[in-house]
């Protein structure tokens, strides 16, 4: 009966676990989609509602890898069971630094002057910000489901995300070029695509370490990439 009792008891702290990573994750999908949604209106309210978010998502991480520490501590896990628990650990991580970059968008949009018309390109970071937030959603739910077919869908399109970001950065740099007075605003909206940028790279992450969670597994080191980091570097020595 105490082994029983015992092994009750580590489910029932491995469910935990796994609770708080998806309060976490819709926390973390709340914040991104709402930054989106503060820079498309201009909406400074919203914007700095979002950036007061960021200290909540912080405290979840942390209380997620103490409870993963003290079940290491207590459990001595070792193969599947010790995947769930580093599993909830990289995925905490990497959902703190998506909310780090939701805050980082936020303050973007607060930055930006709300007198100025912004360009179309916006309406491409409007686009990206989507497919970025269906991208995290269903990385959440292949991580709930343990689902490495999802998991994989997700590593694949993280190309199609960079091949976006590509089309933006040069879309904002001949912005720049043509006018000067429009470096301002326009290197704000070149650093917010390029924080959704990131986010889809830590959804991919999550896509990694799900995969490694249902199989045992890991993903090849080389992610399907759809922009040039050295075409980005040439382009980004005119200015």
Do not use: C
């Amino acid at each position: 009966m105490p082994a029983q009792h015992t092994v009750s008891a580590f489910d029932t702290e491995l469910k935990d676990l796994s609770q708080s990573i998806a309060e976490m994750g819709g926390l973390v999908e709340k914040m991104l989609g709402d930054s989106a949604d503060a820079l498309q209106r201009r909406d400074t309210v919203l914007a700095r509602n979002v950036i007061e978010r960021d200290a909540r998502i912080d405290a979840i991480q942390r209380e997620i890898e103490e409870k993963a520490i003290m079940v290491i501590a207590r459990r001595q896990p070792m193969a599947v069971d010790l995947r769930e628990i580093i599993g909830a650990i990289r995925t905490a991580s990497d959902l703190e630094r998506i909310g780090d970059l939701a805050k980082n968008i936020a303050k973007r949009t607060l930055a930006i002057d709300t007198a100025v018309t912004l360009p179309k390109v916006v309406t491409g970071i409007v686009h990206m910000s989507q497919l970025v937030l269906a991208q995290l959603k269903t990385v959440l739910d292949s991580y709930v489901s343990r689902n490495a077919e999802r998991a994989v869908a997700v590593w694949n399109r993280d190309g199609e995300i960079d091949a976006i970001y590509t089309s933006l950065f040069r879309e904002l740099l001949t912005y720049m070029m043509e006018d000067p007075r429009n470096i301002g605003f326009s290197t704000h909206l070149l650093f917010t695509a390029k924080n959704f940028e990131r986010v889809g790279d830590h959804a991919t992450n999550i896509a990694e370490t799900v995969y490694f969670m249902a199989t045992g597994s890991t993903l090849p080191s080389d992610r399907p990439k759809g922009g040039s980091v050295t075409e980005i570097s040439s382009l980004t020595s005119v200015l």
